[in-house]
């Protein structure tokens, strides 16, 4: 055999190959670079003899043919044709250990005999290169024909490997189960017995068909298909890190659902997210698209440094784009060039500079305002806020305001009444809950110990020599003993006097009016006297306000009629009543027997004020007036905008006008800029195509946007086929959906990715068309059930030859317990819910989270609704293998584990569903176990219960009722009042129990 | 999933089915990887991720109690005496010693402060401990002691994450998970990595810190919870009996193996092991909690309260934990975080974590030593960073966080006892000796363990990734 073929030769042999190769499936005659060589050479030489030129070591690269045999600079490693000429071939079948590759100190395993085979007819037959299967065009492929019939081409191209190596496919699955499965995969929720019987029961050839486009114009079709896409956009509810502070992207998470249900075309889909904001005329639902990426964290801890966490998150948004649309690691490329894969470092950032330009920088930056149902077009209404007053209106109300407020305190201050306020004799004095106590001052005030509860209710006994008493005064004093020494108890000296009451012989005795010194906006006076224990009389201050907290502050408290005392004692109460530990810490009591007037050391100030022209007032003067007035006059405050929880504040993307400068960060450090390397300007990877034209002006997300959907990127298309293929067999056709690079694995079925992407964009990028082409193949179609021959001849069942049970994910197992018990609310949309969680979730948390328990119907929302806090998610999904949303997630794992059986078989979440489906098969069947335990397996599994199922459920059902009869009490536990008031507790508890044990089934939560 | 781990779980089944046909033999499952050849550094069995494990090396520690110290301890308080800072007190750094250096709360105004606490030393290894740890002086020999502590990152989340996971942001495996990954768990019916917390609040990061990351969820820490049931969901519902749960149980598998029949997926069967796991949880985990079998002695020498949660009260589990197999115990005891501020200060403030952590500390490492556990068990005291040697002025004068250098322990496992390693400077700005990184220290633990730390990797989106990322050098200094 001659060493080189003659050129001609070999030409004529490669076409010879390629003819085989398209003519029969199997064309293994001939090498094929990408799938048997690359992965041999990526894993063992490309990390010192590939791209990455740091690293290169001996000035070799063996990624690109032109390097590896001698044809540029470097040295030679192959001699086409020749493998014993070929420095490669010596070396990697040399045992010197000075020359074997790969070395020792590489710790990779060396070439089996199998792979050296390999390689040594690669390198006699020429040793051809392919460029990365990946980044090649798109193939125009078609669908094979083949011996089985087939109408839908999915099933050719799966059919025709099936049939090259001698398999069958799976008989389709029974209806039943299929619609539950489709029901399931395009809605996440259970198909309700009627609609199985019907199903099943109908003979038209469009029977599924037409399931099939119910279930896509279904709403819940963007719920189930919106929280796939959710984890790619590492959605959640708060800002991560330590503080992990709520906030409001629920409008995004809307936005995603709306635009799945009406089908919104990839490419649009791809550009509002990544651009929105930056379409020319733009429409406040494109810009809400564009928070995305303002799902990247937010760390609010002290002394964060705001440029290092601003440089996080916008790599965060190169890497989530990288994974999400070309299925590619580019973050390898932040610390260096890409090891495997052709992405160099200055792409990397070249990529980074469509993204450093953004006005957020680790805090909340541009926002807009969203309302509630305002995404799917119809915002939620609240009623009219209050207008504030017109100008003219306010200038008469406070003119003659400061007439009569003059007039009033002028003729105070000429007639004063002289109050005299007389100390009081204490009695004994107790707390509510008898562990605290006082400590008596020398100046008759008393000092609380702090022992007793948080919300103390202080009853304190005193008499006074004088007759009759028209006042009682609260001294409030401060004390060094005391937080931050002010009067009260509270860690910043404060206190909240919810409720003060004079009782003489147990008469509660009416106060007439109150007021004080100083008040806290919000926590005026009055509020102590008002018999409500949820307001109250605090002092902190306003800002801007040059009163004190912690000083001596007093209340009077003016009696309706003076009391007669004639000797006898009477009990001052004071309860706090609101927040823990807000306590008045140190205080005195005075009485009078003269009615007080209501005058403030305020007052002087005041009247003075007003005495002056208003051009003569001071600013604290001014200031001052305007107090007086709004307090006096509530048409005269400024309308405050109380937060309303259902209009979002949503954070979307908008760019600074002046551009960031964007450097090489060297290793990945956002302090070391290789300014060396020059200034970069955006963008895109160079190995992938299309190459973007050349810019006139600087390239924005925009530019980026529409090369990642240009009809000719070919792995946007591949990419997003692929997941979505995914999500129906459990596996993707490439397997590592993730890596689409030299390291990921190739496709089991090029030609069926390949077809598929095209047809996705020549559909116009329809996602539900595409969904619609796969639900109705008939290898979707198929049963799930593992078989003997396909056990051994396809283990892994890579091509398809059945359908696979899958797990369902975390929120689909309570939806799917919610849809079961008929408990489920269908809401659309709108600000995130809080169902039951167990108590001490937050325990590890740094900052303890607010979860309000939702008790109305909320509490039976889909669970993608459920409020998640990165730092501390709902327990449920972190059991069932939800992400944790700190970056992008583009597959969730399915795990099995004992903490998953704890949950569905002790949550009180499930218990009340199984509560639910209880009294719903109590109410739907009114006698007869049979009938009851039938129609829960049809509610639960979609299908009629097999025979041993039937024994099973009724054997235990029966053995239930016994135990339960003999033990009433217990059964009781287990039953709420409706159930109670619908059976006898045994019998009710019992089937609470049968609906847990289904729900506890495998069966339950697999789609098979 | 990995493609590998698809493989073996697939692998497992064929070899499942083809030899135990279609029976229940959940036993049969845990030899079968042994025997496979593989180029993996970790064979897991997915259906059975926790199966006990064996490093690829020879492992010094089998086990790992880490105590978290969070919010980071001031070395210069309690490990570090420097007469020379005493003396420069109130004088401002010199520049030499800023110069590129980022704080997260100095000015750049602030001086110097000297510790005011008595130091000695003791044992033979002349350990100088301040007077705040009078119980440590009775395990100074058996402790090796790391002065030269190094980490890159000084804010609490991102060094906590960093001392955690050897990265600074959230979404990588913490130790505990890669220790769990690499070697299962010995025990059966208690999680293989578990979690306990005391002090006044949780650590900064939250589920984070003992994350599993990518990898599966079953190597994510479990958080014991402090009062009521240790784990989530671990009690049934009120009025079922253990009978009746046992009936519960029996109904579900029944079900579960009529599925089986009818399918023939294998899941299924991982599915009936995790129920009856479960089932058995919820009777040993309580047995855990119940301290009343320790005797009285044993418990005051940890200093536990009876009914009170505490960091001794963990301590105490922590021992409990790993007599009973689990492979990773690690506990979080805030507050450290000495600024000066209110509850922060570097006076009572300070003496009372110290006093919070002190005697059960030791009585723990003497407990696993009279137990015989001290040998295979790795203690590992510290936390995320140490405390500047300038004074913080705020409410009072505190210390702000500080990277450069900073004190953490180890002890049993394999490391030399009673060994100093590093010495700082004398003002203790930077280590002059002895200096290990966070990434040294983690693959120091994982060689302890029986791990080469760059071969203990798991490939996702195309990389592999281990716990030392692409740094790390194992500090044979401190091995015995």
């Known amino acids: ?1008 | 999933m990995s493609p590998l781990e698809i493989t073996l779980r697939d692998q497992t089944r064929r070899h499942f089915l083809g030899r135990c046909g279609l029976g229940l033999g959940s036993i049969a499952l845990q030899s079968l990887l042994q025997d496979e050849g593989s180029a993996a550094p970790v064979r897991i069995d997915p259906a059975n991720a926790m199966l006990p494990r064996q490093p690829p090396l020879s492992a010094k520690a089998k086990r790992v109690i880490y105590l978290f110290m969070a919010g980071g301890p001031s070395q210069l308080e309690l490990f570090e005496d420097k007469p020379r800072l005493r003396e420069l007190t109130g004088q401002a750094p010199p520049p030499s010693l800023l110069s590129g250096k980022r704080f997260a709360f100095l000015k750049g105004t602030e001086t110097l402060l000297g510790n005011t606490r008595k130091f000695e030393s003791y044992g033979e290894c002349r350990m100088p401990l301040s007077e705040l740890l009078p119980y440590h002086r009775q395990i100074v020999d058996d402790v090796c002691w790391l002065r030269g502590m190094t980490t890159d990152v000084f804010n609490h989340g991102p060094a906590k994450l960093f001392m955690n996971t050897g990265f600074q942001a959230p979404g990588r495996p913490s130790f505990g998970s890669w220790a769990t990954y690499g070697l299962g768990s010995e025990a059966r019916d208690l999680p293989g990595f578990v979690v306990l917390q005391s002090g006044p609040r949780g650590p900064r990061g939250g589920a984070s810190l003992w994350s599993s990351g990518f990898l599966p969820t079953a190597f994510q820490g479990v958080p014991f919870r402090g009062q009521g049931d240790p784990i989530l969901h671990l009690r049934s519902p009120d009025g079922l009996t253990r009978d009746r749960e046992r009936r519960f149980h029996d109904a579900v598998t029944a079900l579960n193996r009529d599925r089986f029949a009818q399918t023939h997926d294998p899941e299924i069967l991982t599915r009936i092991n995790a129920y009856e796991t479960a089932f058995q949880m919820q009777a040993s985990a309580p047995e855990l909690m119940d301290l009343s079998q320790e005797t009285a002695e044993t418990l005051s020498s940890y200093g536990v309260e009876s009914g009170k949660p505490s960091f001794a009260r963990n301590c105490l589990l922590a021992r409990r934990l790993i007599e009973r197999g689990v492979r990773f115990v690690q506990l979080y005891h805030t507050n450290w975080d000495s600024h000066g501020g209110p509850g922060e200060n570097l006076n009572a403030d300070f003496e009372k974590v110290v006093h919070d952590v002190d005697q059960s500390s030791a009585a723990l490492i003497l407990d696993l030593k009279q137990r015989g556990l001290l040998d295979d068990t790795l203690v590992i005291w510290g936390g995320e960073f140490g405390r500047t040697p300038m004074g913080e002025v705020r409410a009072t004068i505190g210390r702000d966080h500080h990277v450069d250098a900073f004190t953490l322990w180890l002890a049993g496992g394999g490391v030399k006892a009673g060994h100093i390693h590093g010495t700082t400077d004398e003002l203790g700005f930077g280590p002059v000796e002895g200096k290990v990184h966070v990434h040294d220290l983690h693959a120091t633990l994982l060689h302890l363990l029986g791990f080469d730390h760059e071969q203990l990797t798991y490939r996702i989106q195309g990389r592999d990734y281990r716990l030392t990322d692409v740094h790390g050098h194992v500090v044979s200094e401190i091995l015995k």
């Not at chain 1, 939620?380 to 209050?386: L, S």
């Open chain 1, 1 to 1008: 055999m001659s060493v080189v073929a003659p050129p001609l030769v070999r030409w004529m042999a490669s076409v010879f190959a390629l003819g085989i190769l398209a003519t029969t499936a199997l064309g293994a005659d001939r090498i094929r670079f990408n799938e048997q060589i690359r992965p041999l050479l990526s894993d063992r030489c490309f990390a010192c003899h590939g791209p990455d030129g740091k690293r290169r070591e001996a000035d070799l690269r063996l990624d690109l043919r032109d390097h590896a045999v001698g044809d540029a600079d470097g040295p030679l490693a192959i001699v086409p044709g020749s493998p014993d000429k070929s420095p490669l071939w010596e070396r990697i079948t040399s045992t010197d250990p000075d020359l074997q590759m790969p070395p020792a100190s590489a710790k990779k395993p060396k070439f089996t005999p199998a792979e050296l085979a390999l390689i040594r007819r690669w390198i006699e037959e020429g040793a051809e290169y392919e460029g990365h299967w990946a980044f090649l065009p798109l193939k125009s492929t078609v669908p094979p024909s083949v011996a089985l019939p087939t109408r839908n081409p999915i099933d050719a191209f799966v059919r025709a490997k099936l049939v090259a190596i001698g398999l069958a496919p799976s008989p389709p699955a029974d209806r039943a189960t299929l619609l539950r499965r489709v029901t399931l995969d395009l809605t996440g929720l259970l198909p309700s017995p009627e609609e199985v019987l019907a199903f099943v029961q109908d003979p038209h050839e469009d029977a599924y068909e037409r399931v099939v486009d119910r279930l896509l114009a279904s709403p819940q079709y963007g719920e189930r298909w919106g929280r796939h896409w959710l984890d790619q956009a590492r959605y959640a509810d708060s800002s991560g890190y330590a503080i992990d502070a709520p906030r409001d992207m629920w409008p995004y998470r809307d936005w995603v659902i709306d635009a799945l249900n009406r089908d919104l075309p990839f490419d649009q889909f791809t550009i509002e997210q990544l651009a929105g904001d930056l379409l020319p005329n733009a429409t406040k639902s494109q810009v809400m698209a564009t928070a995305f990426h303002r799902n990247t964290l937010i760390n609010q801890e002290g002394g964060s440094d705001r440029e290092q966490f601003r440089v996080e998150a916008t790599m965060d948004r190169v890497n989530t784009t990288g994974a999400v649309w070309l299925g590619l690691t580019v973050g390898c490329a932040q610390c260096h060039t890409h090891k495997f894969d052709p992405i160099t470092q200055r792409e990397y950032y070249e990529l980074l500079a469509f993204f450093n330009s953004a006005q957020d920088a680790n805090d909340r930056g541009p926002a807009i305002e969203v309302r509630r149902g305002e995404v799917f077009g119809n915002p939620e209404v609240f009623p009219a806020e209050p207008t504030p007053l017109p100008k003219e209106e306010l200038a008469r109300l406070r003119a003659a305001w400061e007439q009569t407020t003059r007039e009033r305190l002028a003729a105070v201050a000429t007639t004063p009444v002289m109050t005299v306020w007389s100390p009081v004799k204490y009695g004994t004095l107790q707390t509510e809950s008898k562990s605290g106590g006082f400590q008596r001052q020398d100046d008759n005030s008393l000092l609380y110990d702090r022992r007793g509860s948080g919300n103390e209710r202080f009853l304190i006994e005193l008499s006074t020599e004088l007759p009759t008493v028209a006042a009682v005064r609260l001294r409030l004093l401060t004390h060094d003993d005391l937080p931050k020494g002010g009067p009260g108890t509270a860690g910043n000296g404060n206190f909240v006097l919810t409720d003060f009451t004079i009782r003489v012989s147990d008469q509660k005795q009416m106060i007439a009016r109150a007021f004080a010194d100083h008040e806290q906006p919000g926590f005026p006076i009055p509020s102590a006297i008002d018999g409500d224990a949820t307001t109250g009389w605090a002092i902190n201050v306003g800002p801007g306000s040059t009163a004190r907290m912690n000083a001596n502050h007093e209340a009077t408290f003016v009696l309706a009629k003076p009391l007669l005392l004639n000797g006898r004692s009477m009990t001052v109460e004071l309860a706090h009543g609101l927040n823990k530990n807000y306590l008045i810490g140190r205080f005195a009591l005075d009485v009078t027997s003269t009615v007080p007037d209501e005058r403030k050391p305020d007052d002087q100030a005041l009247l003075a004020a007003l005495q002056k022209p208003d051009a003569q007032r001071t600013k604290e003067e001014l200031a001052a007036l305007q107090a007086a007035f709004e307090k006096a006059e509530p048409r005269a405050r400024p309308v405050k905008k109380e937060p309303n929880p259902h209009i979002a504040q949503l954070m979307v993307m908008r760019d600074q006008p002046e551009p960031r400068e964007t450097y090489i960060f060297t290793r990945g450090d956002f302090t070391r800029p290789d300014k060396d390397a020059g200034k970069l300007s955006a963008g895109v990877l160079s190995a992938v195509a299309p190459a973007l034209p050349d810019a006139t002006s600087p390239r924005t997300r925009l530019d980026l946007a529409r090369w990642l959907v240009h009809p000719d990127n070919p792995l946007t298309p591949r990419v997003t086929v692929n997941r979505i293929w995914m999500r129906y067999f459990g596996r993707g056709l490439v397997e590592t959906e993730e890596d689409f690079g030299t390291q990921g694995t190739p496709p089991s079925h090029h030609e069926l990715l390949d077809w598929l992407s095209r047809e996705f964009q020549r559909q116009g990028w329809s996602q539900k068309r595409l969904h619609r082409l796969i639900v109705l193949s008939e290898t979707y179609q198929q049963s799930s059930r593992e078989r003997p021959e396909l056990t051994e001849r396809d283990p892994r069942n890579l091509l398809l030859a059945r359908q696979q049970r899958l797990r369902l994910e975390a929120e689909i197992t309570r939806d799917a317990a919610l849809s079961a018990s008929g408990l489920l609310n269908v809401v659309l949309g709108g600000p995130s819910v809080f169902p039951p969680q167990p108590d001490g979730v937050y325990a590890f948390t740094q900052v303890n989270k607010s979860w309000p328990t939702e008790t109305g119907p909320q509490r039976f929302r889909r669970t993608l609704y459920t409020f998640y806090y990165r730092s501390a998610p709902y327990p449920l999904f972190t059991t069932f293998d939800a992400p944790d949303f700190q970056a992008t997630c583009t597959r969730r794992l399915r795990s099995n584990t004992p903490l998953q059986a704890l949950t569905m078989a002790n949550d009180v979440v499930f218990l009340e569903l199984a509560q639910g489906l209880a009294l719903r098969l109590a109410i739907e069947c009114p006698d007869g176990l049979d009938r009851r335990i039938a129609r829960a397996v049809m509610l639960c599994f979609g299908r009629p219960a097999t025979k041993v199922e039937t024994q099973v459920l009724n054997d235990y059902v029966t053995a239930q009722v016994a135990d339960f009869t003999k033990d009433p009490s217990a059964a009781e536990k287990l039953l709420t009042p409706a159930l109670r008031a619908k059976l006898p507790a045994a019998e009710a508890a019992s089937l609470v129990l049968l609906a847990r044990t289904l729900f506890n089934a495998d069966n339950f939560i697999t789609r098979e």
